[in-house]
């Protein structure tokens, strides 16, 4: 977790084994220093093999996790507002835009269960680490 602009940045993690393997890099880190000891280029380095190797398509890119993020929140709560502010967006049309591209995205994708079934296997391929 971190604060940016005052803001309190958290996500769950449910995951048994992810939660495990968070505890012992939090135990392992110092204050300040980064919880995933590679360069942002080795990051997506690693994350285009991973990709490539479940057959994920080329255009989820490590930023699509603020996307999916930003969906779901405004899914579970259903206010732009809130979404904006702990995205920390300035405009909430901004926002809206974002969130309703990814909304029309999900609904016009028809390859959805292929797609849930590739991150199994991505998540068995991160879990070997």
Same mark, same amino acid.
């Given at each position: 977790m971190g604060q940016r602009l005052g803001i309190h940045q958290e996500t769950t993690v449910s995951d048994e084994w992810l939660v495990r393997c968070l505890q012992r890099v939090h135990a392992a880190t110092r204050p300040g220093c980064c919880l995933v000891g &590679?360069?942002?280029?080795?990051?997506?380095? #690693?994350?285009? =093999?991973?990709?490539?190797e479940t057959g994920i398509l080329r255009k989820y890119t490590p930023y699509s996790f603020r996307c999916g993020g930003a969906t779901a929140m405004f899914q579970w709560c259903g206010h732009f507002h809130k979404v904006a502010d702990k995205g920390r967006w300035n405009s909430i049309p901004a926002c809206r835009l974002y969130i309703t591209t990814a909304l029309?995205? &999900? =609904?016009?994708?028809? /390859? /959805?269960? *292929?797609?849930? =079934? *590739? #991150?199994?296997?991505? =998540?068995?391929? #991160?879990?070997s680490l």
């Open positions: &590679v360069t942002p280029y080795r990051f997506r380095a #690693l994350w285009a =093999a991973c990709r490539a029309a995205e &999900v =609904a016009g994708d028809d /390859e /959805e269960s *292929q797609r849930a =079934a *590739q #991150l199994k296997i991505f =998540a068995g391929h #991160l879990h």
